[in-house]
């Protein structure tokens, strides 16, 4: 089996990759098939291939993939071990809507707490998209 670590560019700050070389071995021992990246974190990127990764763009659009993250649990292609992923739980309980970009016609959410929620959404626009939507 392969792994698949995701990165937000938001855990990208301040982030050791000495430790982090050290953490994925120990957490997944498994060899870590490609790193999933915000495509804005460039320097990260370069610094990852540097160090022998295979890394992906992530895509990052954030309404469709909202509603594919819902779609992936309505039709129960997505479950979440509340026990290995209490930070994505935690984060999804309070997920909301800015009703301020509402005000102005927008449609997004408030940009806090949602590092674990970016990760998902990455994963489901990137890997799961045509199984969701049906077209696989």
Not at 54 to 65: Q, R, S
Not at 91 to 103: M, N, R, V
Not at 107 to 119: L, R, S, V, Y
């Amino acid at each position: 089996q392969w792994m698949i670590k995701l990165l937000p560019l938001q855990q990208k700050m301040g982030l050791n990759l000495n430790i982090m070389d050290k953490d994925m071995i120990k957490k997944y021992p498994q060899p870590v098939e490609r790193i999933i990246i915000d495509p804005s974190a460039a320097s990260l990127k370069a610094t990852l291939r540097f160090r022998g990764y295979m890394v992906k763009d992530a895509d990052n659009e954030v309404l469709i993939g909202i509603r594919r993250t819902a779609s992936a649990f309505q039709q129960r292609k997505l479950r979440i071990n509340k026990n290995k992923c209490k930070s994505l739980v935690g984060e999804l309980g309070g997920y909301i809507w800015d009703s301020k970009a509402k005000d102005r016609g927008e449609e997004k959410p408030i940009k806090q707490n949602d590092h674990a929620c970016d990760a998902l959404r990455y994963s489901i626009n990137t890997l799961m998209a045509k199984r969701i939507e049906g077209r696989i």
